[in-house]
């Protein structure tokens, strides 16, 4: 979700079971009581979308979605212009000749493109078959094209599930955040989004060995984070671990620089297996952080058991302050 004019939230969201993508905007009302909504992509399969408006060139905002379809997959770029509720044409940023594809085997994504990110004038998605997290820079405003410096996320081994990004203000560094799936660990890495050399980020640093389990069948582990900056401009990273069969965690990565060369990990909450998932953080108040996430209670996939949970902690003693359902 986006802020038109600071105040009215724009909202993006998939329809007909993952074959449209709409954007509503509440143009007059801040509480969404009224809104305008427009379908702004069809496809047989939209994967995932990211949202950001563009802040140098109101009343536009950017969407970068992954389509899945029989001839292969695509990383599409749109533009709307929210006055006027219409699509400019539509770019073609990627093209992988497979379609998305789950192995049976392994349980893991095998083919296709996924988990596009925007921030600032960055984007970053996931090349599977390549198995490469994909960075590119310098994107012009309008069109939706990149200029220059496309790079890859260090050396892994199949990184790009459930990539983060974040840009630094006042600078061009992003901080990036990311699970390389046979490594089974998160890294965190930094990037000059305006250098000039071929590989802008610093080299990955390892924040957690045991941020995922192996496969997507433990409760989603390591799935849906959410990284965000701190009231002190430090990023914060929210995250669902399954440390064992029975438990499941809410875990932070708190980065105690503006590029998160030195950070701490810490749990929040834990519970039956489930427990954690798919968070997300907001901070309030000096020091304090609250962070919403979801409770399967030892049930994954079965909805009469999910519950939507709330942590409230201090960031700066990490202890959990307030805890309720």
Excluded at 143 to 168: E, Q
Excluded at 211 to 217: I, L, R, S
Excluded at 265 to 274: E, Q
Aim: one cysteine or more.
């Amino acid at each position: 979700m986006e802020l038109w004019k600071g105040r009215y939230p724009v909202i993006c969201h998939t329809a007909n079971d993952g074959h449209a993508l709409v954007l509503a905007l509440c143009r007059t009302s801040t509480t969404c009581e009224s809104f305008e909504q427009v379908t702004i992509l069809r496809g047989q399969r939209i994967l995932y979308f990211d949202l950001l408006q563009h802040l140098e060139s109101r009343p536009f905002v950017r969407i970068l979605a992954t389509v899945s379809n029989p001839c292969g997959c695509d990383l599409v770029g749109l533009v709307v212009n929210l006055k006027t509720m219409q699509v400019l044409p539509i770019e073609i940023l990627s093209h992988a000749s497979e379609p998305f594809h789950i192995d049976d085997t392994t349980s893991l994504p095998a083919t296709g493109l996924d988990n596009p990110l925007l921030a600032g004038q960055a984007l970053a998605y996931w090349d599977i078959a390549n198995r490469k997290l994909i960075g590119q820079f310098h994107i012009h405003a309008m069109p939706f094209s990149i200029v220059d410096n496309t790079t890859t996320f260090g050396a892994f081994y199949n990184p790009g599930a459930w990539a983060r990004m974040v840009v630094i203000p006042k600078s061009n560094a992003l901080v990036v955040t990311l699970i390389d799936l046979e490594q089974h660990s998160l890294f965190v890495t930094h990037c000059n989004s305006l250098s000039s050399v071929n590989s802008p980020c610093g080299p990955p640093r390892l924040v957690d060995a045991h941020a995922y389990n192996g496969d997507f069948t433990d409760f989603g582990a390591g799935g849906f984070p959410e990284l965000q900056l701190g009231w002190n401009g430090y990023p914060v990273l929210v995250y669902f671990v399954q440390s064992s069969p029975q438990k499941g965690c809410l875990r932070v990565m708190q980065c105690l620089d503006v590029l998160c060369v030195q950070f701490r990990v810490f749990d929040v909450s834990c519970g039956l297996a489930g427990h954690g998932r798919d968070a997300s953080v907001t901070f309030p108040s000096r020091g304090t952080a609250t962070v919403s996430f979801l409770d399967l209670q030892g049930h994954d996939d079965d909805p009469s058991f999910m519950q939507a949970r709330v942590a409230v902690f201090d960031v700066q003693q990490n202890l959990d302050m307030k805890y309720s359902s």
